[in-house]
């Protein structure tokens, strides 16, 4: 009977680790993708304010 208990408490313990792994590893992504949409915005504002300083500069004939 105490073989039985502490295998299920293994168990148990096991199942919860499991889980806090899971939600940690799913965070992480979730941190992963955020940043990767913040720097895909960063990288296009960027794009743009090149884009047009060169217009501008184009306008003024240089």
């Known amino acids: 009977m105490l073989m039985l208990l ?6 148990l313990a096991m199942a919860v680790f499991a889980c806090i792994g899971g939600v940690f590893l799913g965070m992480g992504f979730l941190l ?5 949409i913040f720097f895909g ?3 296009g504002c960027i794009i743009l ?3 047009a300083g060169r217009w501008i500069s184009h ?3 240089a």
């Open 32 to 36: 992963l993708k955020l940043a990767g």
């Open 6 to 11: 502490s295998d299920f408490f293994n168990m």
């Open 41 to 43: 915005i960063l990288a």
């Open 59 to 61: 306008l003024m004939g």
């Open 49 to 51: 304010m090149e884009a």
